[in-house]
């Protein structure tokens, strides 16, 4: 990993979350044509903007997670001695934290279904992303990636489930997990060493 690399994954990873919350803000506001990033009232076009410029917002956050993961993962591995004794503390963390989204939404002013969809919705993507993963790479990316995915996109979306309202929550969410998702299946590419150049053969 070099400064170039890590800057063209920066730059991309906002562009993927301007891209994903205008998708996604788009397809909400079909759905709703309330729906509103800030109140701009009548004018749509602004509130398209606003979207977008919310989405880079969202992938540089979702960047910052990403470090702050990877730096995670680098202490841990120096203190758990034995590795797999730090998978299976990724593992119930990401159970955990399905658990308390189902908590936090329960009975709250969120839609009723909103405490086992969430979760579900979110365990299943992840799953989805985990197995992509581990097929480009290793078995063991299975539990990290899961780990990553949910804990830490929950953990960058807090404000959305604060605010009770499921329009936020699923705003934040969307573009978040896309980020997210779209770093951890480049961090391999991006690390993987170039091949060495072939030797040339002797002339006859």
């Not at 591995?77 to 934290?97: E, M, N, T």
């Amino acid at each position: 990993m070099n400064l170039r690399k890590w800057m063209t994954l920066f730059g991309t990873t906002i562009l993927t979350g301007g891209a994903a919350s205008l998708i996604t803000g788009i397809v909400m506001l079909l759905c709703d044509s309330s729906f509103r990033v800030v109140k701009t009232g009548d004018d749509w076009l602004f509130n398209v903007l606003m979207m977008a410029l919310a989405g880079l917002t969202f992938g540089a956050f979702a960047h910052m997670g990403f470090f702050a993961y990877l730096m995670l993962n680098y202490i841990a591995r120096s203190i758990f001695k034995r590795p797999y004794l730090w998978v299976a503390l990724q593992g119930f963390v990401a159970v955990f934290v399905l658990i308390e989204i189902a908590y936090w939404t329960y009975d709250s002013d969120f839609p009723a279904v909103t405490f086992w969809a969430v979760p579900a919705a979110l365990a299943a993507a992840s799953a989805a992303v985990s197995w992509w993963k581990v097929k480009e790479t290793t078995a063991g990316a299975w539990v990290p990636t899961l780990f990553y995915m949910i804990a830490v996109t929950t953990i960058e979306a807090m404000p959305g489930f604060q605010s009770g309202k499921i329009s936020s929550l699923v705003f934040s969410l969307v573009p978040l997990f896309v980020c997210n998702g779209y770093q951890i299946l480049r961090l391999h590419r991006i690390l993987e060493k170039p091949k060495s150049a072939p030797v040339a053969a002797s002339a006859n």
